[in-house]
């Protein structure tokens, strides 16, 4: 069973979301690394850029598979991991911590009560999520 | 999406061991046990075992049979000499390329051919529908498993099992003797690069050798290694695969294997329309290339050059020894030299990449 941080928000399309004050730091979940296996390249938007809640944001891509990312929130990117195109594999190793993705200011903060609890989403991966 | 998957004998084995099962050309193959990149630098750097009992397997026999392969295979089977292996083609009259396979010669008047499991029945009619009179077929798939010792360390490792003398054993050569105590076809041939053996058991043999390959290689660090790795592997070689960068309509000219087409041995299948695309020049030609910028190349994706299309990437990954983005594909002759300035159109985007000499990583093949 794959871990799901009781503190974290989640999409059905497997991002996490932390929320900081007005903002929001996004990544995907340690699920969704496992499926994707292997994580080969990461591609981020540039900081300034509007995110749309549940729209895509970037792409990550594994050895096999090309996925798109989704954003938990709509906003507006303040930070990027500029680790990540270096270091993608990070996102294997530690998708909670130092694989985070992306911080967003919200442009509308109850975004995050819409977000699957932790308990949804252990509920969701359990079922082998889709 | 009817037909169930098939299985290898060693499914379970696969299954114990905690590999994910993917449906690959019709059956239900491991893609990764620890992961694609550790299984690759496994094979890279000791030895990794893959089990591609998948592949189909015909024998051929009788006084015919010579001649029957020299009318459906483009390579020269009367140059193959008893105890070697061939790499050769089968194609249609337009010279398209039906599989990619290899030919045992196991003696005079008999052959064991190996190709890939997606074809096994398209080829099985084929063979038995285009040959020549005299050859009797028969069909040993099933009852045949193939695992692949693949690495640095195979030799030692197959050294210590068999009971032939594999360390002489030269490249596309094969030894018949024993492994583990069951009867095998010992063949020093890959898909990977590094040197290695693709050792041909029964069916109900391969669990036990698969045990005791694990076994008996721990010390030399040997892991299994799924279809994943053997793609990254065989990419970075620039070995083609079908349905892949080959199929019905490529020729093996533009696809870079010319050296298995054997004209002057006489008439085959294909042979007019392939010497007629010789004659005129080929269009497009396969090449190796790698990103300058950071993107991954894929299968299907367009390539351009000012600013219109002048090819197509058939297989592209990151290639985990090389640590790039590469990738190859048809493109115009005109742009197919080293050096040659292209684009590879991702998400509608074109990024930079420049036709390379391949392979990518150097070959580590027994060469002598």
Redesign the interface.
């Known amino acids: 069973m794959a871990n799901v941080p009781a503190e974290l928000r989640y999409t059905r399309e497997h991002e996490w979301a932390r929320a900081e004050g007005g903002r929001v730091r996004v990544g995907i979940t340690a699920y969704a690394q496992e499926q994707l296996?292997?994580i080969?390249?990461v591609e981020l938007p540039k900081t300034g850029a509007k995110v749309t809640r549940m729209q895509g944001f970037g792409?990550v891509?594994?050895?096999?598979a090309?996925s798109d990312l989704f954003a938990p929130v709509s906003g507006e990117v303040v930070e990027i991991n500029a680790e990540l195109?270096k270091k993608p594999e990070l996102v294997n190793t530690d998708p909670y911590g130092q694989g985070w993705m992306l911080v967003i200011r919200m442009a509308n903060p109850k975004d995050v009560d819409g977000l699957m609890s932790a308990a949804d989403y252990e509920k969701l991966t359990a079922g082998g999520g889709h | 999406m009817s037909e169930p998957l098939r299985r290898t004998p060693l499914y379970a084995a696969h299954v114990a061991a905690g590999a994910r099962m993917v449906p690959f050309g019709g059956w239900e193959m491991p893609v990764q046990y620890a992961g694609i990149l550790e299984e690759h630098r496994t094979v890279r750097r000791a030895v990794g075992l893959f089990d591609v009992s998948h592949m189909g397997e015909f024998e051929v026999t009788g006084a015919g049979a010579v001649a029957t392969l020299q009318t459906l295979t483009t390579n020269d089977v009367a140059a193959l000499e008893v105890g070697q292996v061939q790499y050769s083609l089968l194609c249609d009259p337009a010279g398209g390329i039906v599989d990619d396979l290899t030919v045992h010669r196991l003696a005079g008047d008999r052959f064991m051919l190996t190709v890939n499991a997606s074809n096994i029945d398209t080829d099985w009619r084929w063979v038995t529908g285009h040959g020549e009179s005299g050859a009797r077929w028969r069909n040993i798939s099933n009852e045949t498993a193939l695992l692949a010792v693949q690495g640095p360390r195979a030799e030692a490792l197959v050294a210590e099992l068999a009971d032939a003398d594999v360390k002489s054993l030269r490249y596309y050569h094969f030894a018949a003797g024993a492994v583990a105590g069951a009867r095998a076809l010992l063949s020093r041939t890959g898909y990977t690069g590094e040197d290695g053996f693709e050792l041909y058991v029964a069916a109900g043999e391969a669990e036990r050798l698969w045990r005791e390959l694990l076994d008996r290689g721990r010390a030399a660090g040997v892991a299994p290694v799924g279809l994943g790795a053997r793609d990254t592997l065989r990419l970075e070689m620039r070995y083609v695969l079908y349905g892949n960068d080959i199929d019905l309509t490529t020729n093996p000219l533009e696809a870079g294997l010319g050296w298995v087409v054997k004209p002057a041995k006489g008439d085959f299948i294909g042979r007019d329309a392939i010497e007629k695309v010789r004659a005129a020049g080929v269009r497009r030609r396969l090449v190796g290339f790698e990103m300058v910028d950071r993107a991954v190349p894929r299968h299907g994706y367009r390539i351009v050059a000012d600013g219109r299309q002048v090819g197509v990437v058939t297989s592209g990954s990151y290639g985990p020894s090389v640590d790039k983005y590469i990738g190859i594909g048809y493109v115009e002759a005109s742009l197919a030299g080293v050096g040659s300035q292209l684009a590879i159109e991702v998400r509608g985007v074109p990024q930079a990449a420049r036709v390379v000499k391949t392979p990518f990583h150097p070959s580590h093949v027994k060469k002598s």
């Open positions: 296996g292997d080969v390249f792409v891509e594994s050895v096999k090309v195109p």
